[in-house]
């Protein structure tokens, strides 16, 4: 009777806050009402608005929101804004750009890589099929049997990451879609898990075939060079002699020819018959050392490829098969710490065949709900987000270790590097969504340009090569190469004698004919259209292919008479005037060296995965994409110091940035409420009030700018609420 008492009233407490928008939702409420009455506990009450739109903000679209975006929502008098805002969001390309520094951690996406372009063409891969909404279970379909040209799909950079890495590229296969460590099984058998080696052989042989070829292009009418024993017995005298004329054309023509196919490196995947062979030194009894190991999955059914299927068509189809829990398990429990701060199954990749969710019935239901929702993810977080569970105030202690939680509210955490640096950018340009995308169209010639330079090549005989090179200036090889290596000996007896400036002159000319080497390479075999179309992209995208989302000229005349409007309506006398003038210039100079000094300013999905290292991302902790979701959240002096006086903080409040300017063009009274939006989204208390107006009467014109340093810095900025 006790026990039902409590439950109603925490029922009542629950559905009294507001009601759930989904039934969905309404399910996750009362499954987890239970646990409460169990565990005598009682709820988080509910969020304020401006608590919930900054953290709705933050999880679905990775930034705070701008000042009119806070206003607007905490003006509506709808009763289903949230919701609606729910929905606006998960349907935005912000939705898109967060949720891609979300599984590029994952995957260890890395875009400057071995074959850069193909790097940087998985990652548009994601970020177009996260746009498109791709039911997840598809998506890992289309990464785990991709091959082909990076051009074909950017699905191929899945592979490419771990080129040459064929058994470590399956341990972290596991790890990330089935929530389970394996790779202790790679040298033997687990120490804390029933996989054995052999086990392990097995689940690679699914995906060993798979071949991250340098090149991938076939010479029209190549015969391929007879390996020896039967393959030479199963060729005629004839074959064997035009394969021996061509393999004696391609020696002559490989210098060009290099040159050219230099920018196909790292772009072509294919799925061949290859198996792995056990270790030279294994030492269990199961099999002998170098043995050829078959397919085998590590739990349930068989993954038998049907007949014109692959083997990593099998893979891939039970690996996703909602009969295999462990796929389903793992990408609801990822994506319920997503949104809570915390999953139910700790750690989410290290699952066990004894292990409990903290809230199994939870953890069945949300099961359910994703392939119910078949793998959609924004319709499975839309119920998420709609919970009153989600939208009641955050935790702000966490359990401690060992203790369960029984998700009263979603857990108080700090931002990561990338939702820091969107909001910094957000701050700086109003709409930094204005920028997403924009790398895209960059990258699709790039690859366009490549697809061009594989086909023209494919077409060509050899024959037809050697003929392009001898009828070129570069056919003079040895005159070329006996110049070049004059000019290297030149150039080292210049260094030892140090002659600076002869140095520069033979380096130059070794740079030039180096350079005409290649151009030469390029006329000859590809036509003057196509190599000058290589060579003005090659296949990298150059740096500045993001959008650069500018902010207004620092310091220009036009906004001079603005200031001086002020300032004259102010009534100041000359030398006060003067003063003013004085510091406005400084600042704006301040503002072209914070310019400077700053990277392209755009979303983080829209720069390099990861960015360089003394980028503001970099210092907030972003994953180095070496291992799976290795970003930090620890906090450092030198982000104190960052948010304080770095780049981004003095440029924040300088003259052009979008958000100084909100502020600036506010009443003297309302600054201090404008910069408490646009940080916190929220106004200042009555206390904060009485504070800012004693730092005003002493600190004068600078007291704006000290504040919005002040909050920079605080775990209220910092953290989702």
Aim: charge should be neutral.
């Amino acid at each position: 009777m006790k026990t039902t008492l409590v439950l109603a009233l925490t029922l009542g407490t629950l559905f009294h806050a507001f009601a759930a928008t989904t039934p969905e939702s309404a399910k996750i409420d009362t499954i987890l009402a239970k646990d409460y009455a169990k565990l005598k506990l009682q709820p988080n009450p509910a969020s304020s608005d401006e608590a919930f739109v900054r953290r709705i903000y933050l999880d679905v679209v990775g930034r705070i929101p701008s000042i009119p975006e806070a206003q607007a929502f905490l003006a509506s008098t709808d009763a289903n804004k949230r919701a609606a805002l729910i929905d606006q969001l998960l349907a935005s390309d912000g939705y898109a750009s967060h949720f891609f520094n979300y599984w590029a951690d994952v995957l260890r996406l890395q875009t400057d890589t071995k074959g850069k372009l193909t790097g940087e063409a998985y990652a548009q891969w994601l970020k177009d099929a996260l746009k498109k909404n791709q039911p997840f279970d598809g998506l890992v379909r289309e990464l785990v049997t991709t091959d082909g040209a990076a051009w074909d799909s950017g699905a191929i950079g899945f592979y490419m990451r771990d080129q040459g890495m064929p058994l470590d590229h399956l341990a972290a296969t596991v790890q990330i879609f089935l929530g389970t460590q394996i790779v202790c099984a790679q040298c033997h058998n687990h120490p804390f898990d029933k996989w054995t080696q052999m086990d392990y052989y097995h689940m690679a042989s699914y995906t060993y075939g798979v071949n991250a070829k340098s090149y991938g292009v076939e010479l029209a009418g190549m015969v391929k060079k007879p390996k020896g024993g039967k393959d030479r017995k199963k060729m005629s005298s004839e074959e064997r002699e035009k394969a021996a004329a061509q393999q004696a054309i391609m020696k002559e023509i490989s210098e060009p020819l290099k040159d050219v196919m230099k920018s196909l490196r790292y772009t072509n995947i294919k799925e061949t018959d290859a198996l792995p062979k056990l270790p030279h030194d294994y030492k269990y009894p199961d099999a002998k050392p170098l043995e050829t190991v078959q397919p085998r999955t590590l739990f349930g059914h068989d993954a038998i490829p049907a007949v014109g299927e692959s083997r990593t068509d099998a893979f891939a189809k039970w690996m996703t098969s909602p009969d295999n829990a462990r796929f389903t398990i793992v990408v609801a429990n990822r994506l319920w710490k997503q949104a809570m701060g915390l999953a139910l199954i700790e750690p989410l990749d290290e699952m066990t065949d004894s292990t409990v969710p903290s809230n199994p019935e939870l953890m069945d239901y949300l099961v359910q709900v994703m392939q119910d929702k078949k793998y959609d993810m924004k319709a499975y977080l839309r119920v998420i987000y709609n919970s009153d569970t989600y939208q009641r105030a955050a935790t702000t202690t966490g359990p401690a270790l060992g203790e369960r939680y029984a998700f009263t509210g979603p857990l108080l955490r700090r931002m990561t590097s990338e939702q820091v640096w969107d909001s910094m950018v957000t701050l700086l340009t109003g709409n930094p969504d204005d920028g997403i995308g924009s790398r895209g169209d960059a990258i699709e010639n790039r690859l366009s340009t490549l697809e061009k330079l594989y086909d023209t090549l494919a077409s060509k005989t050899p024959e037809d090569l050697v003929a392009a090179v001898r009828a070129s200036s570069i056919g003079d090889k040895k005159g070329t190469e006996a110049k070049a290596n004059q000019l290297r000996k030149d150039l080292v007896a210049a260094r030892e004698a140090k002659k600076d400036d002869e140095v520069k002159r033979l380096s130059k000319e070794l740079k030039e004919l180096q350079g005409a080497q290649q151009k030469g390479s390029f006329l000859a075999i590809l036509g003057e259209d196509l190599a000058r179309e290589l060579r003005r992209g090659g296949g990298d995208v150059p740096k500045n292919a993001a959008k650069k989302v500018s902010i207004t000229k620092p310091g220009g005349k036009e906004q001079m008479r603005e200031e001086m409007k002020k300032l004259q309506a102010q009534g100041l006398d000359k030398a006060a005037m003067q003063k003013k003038i004085a510091e406005f210039k400084a600042q704006a100079a301040a503002l072209r060296k914070a310019k400077d000094n700053l990277p392209t300013l755009t979303r983080a999905s829209e720069a390099g995965s990861p960015a360089p290292r003394g980028h503001l991302l970099r210092l907030f902790g972003q994953s180095d994409r070496e291992t799976i979701e290795n970003a930090s959240s620890e906090a450092t002096v030198p982000q104190a110091l960052g948010l304080l006086n770095g780049s981004m903080a003095d440029a924040i409040f300088s003259p052009g940035s979008h958000f100084r300017e909100e502020v600036h063009n506010a009443s003297t009274h309302d600054q201090a409420t404008q910069i408490y939006l646009g940080l916190l989204s929220r106004h200042p208390t009555a206390d904060e009030s009485k504070l800012i107006a004693s730092i005003q009467a002493e600190r004068g014109d600078k007291a704006m700018s000290d504040l919005v340093r002040a909050l920079l810095n605080t775990s209220q900025f910092l953290f989702v609420q």
